[in-house]
């Protein structure tokens, strides 16, 4: 007797993607056009897997060009427009056989893909760092200076040394180590990628805490940046300690 619809349609949606050329060959030969329809989203599925690894596949053809050199590093930093909070930089090395999928420039993710990757990223990665520099130290020397010097206490906050590091578009001085700076490198390079990730969840998770101690500036949902609601909960309280006294002049 054949299943009823509904069922093999609860039975696709429950499918891990293991699972899919299995249950294509089950129903594939169902005349009835629901189950098609069924079979036939469950090839897109596969097709979308598919696609994504050979995407993934390209993103580390960085990686490939320099394995010969050694350990390659992700070098990326999140934070340099906010208003508020500190500047954050990450640097990943990644095993050699990397497989995760869907890494990509932080900003192209949603939020909830950016939390399940930073997981996966922390559990393969060979070694991972952070680097964080607050507002005060950015007034003083400027923010690029002060992701520079986020991103060197990234790379020395690894546990593995770098023989080479691959650079969201920056060349970061006072490092000793072969750099490549790749412009739009944090979706060009898998390692790139991943250190956005890294530095992107790092810093909202601060944003979140800060917004627990101080909840007028909404950080939680604007993370520091200029929101319209945060720079009119800045001319309605003042600065926090946290603000960038060098980014917010111009609105008080």
């Known amino acids: 007797m054949n299943k009823k619809i509904t069922e093999i349609r609860a039975e696709l949606k ?35 897997l598919e696609s994504e690894k050979r995407r993934t596949e390209q993103l580390k053809r960085y990686e ?3 394995e010969a050199c050694g350990y390659v590093c992700g070098v990326d930093e999140v934070g340099r427009g906010p208003l508020a909070g500190p500047v954050v930089a990450g640097a990943v090395i990644l095993p050699k056989d990397c497989d995760i999928l869907y890494i990509n420039d932080s900003k192209q993710l949603s939020e909830k893909k950016r939390e399940e990757l930073y997981d996966i990223i922390m559990e393969n990665a060979v070694a991972a760092g952070i680097g964080m520099v607050g507002p005060k130290r950015i007034d003083e020397i400027n923010i690029l200076q002060a992701t520079y010097e986020a991103m060197r206490e990234a790379i020395n906050n690894l546990v593995v040394k770098p023989d080479i590091l691959l650079n969201d578009a920056v060349t ?30 790092t810093r909202d998770r601060l944003m979140v805490e800060y917004d627990k101690i101080m909840p007028e500036y909404d950080f939680a949902s ?31």
């Open 222 to 252: 604007n993370k520091g940046y200029g929101s319209r609601a945060h720079i009119e909960a800045l001319k309605k309280c003042g600065p926090s300690p946290i603000h960038r006294e060098s980014f917010i002049r111009k609105f008080l």
């Open 172 to 201: 970061i001085p006072g490092v000793d180590i072969q750099q490549v700076p790749i412009i739009k490198g944090d979706a060009k390079s898998i390692s790139i990628g991943a250190a956005s990730i890294v530095a992107k969840v």
């Open 64 to 66: 490939k060009q320099y």
């Open 14 to 48: 429950a499918a891990e993607i293991t699972a899919l050329p299995d249950f294509i060959s089950r129903y594939g030969q169902d005349e009835r056009s629901g189950v098609r329809e069924l079979v036939k989203q469950a090839g897109m599925r596969l097709e979308k």
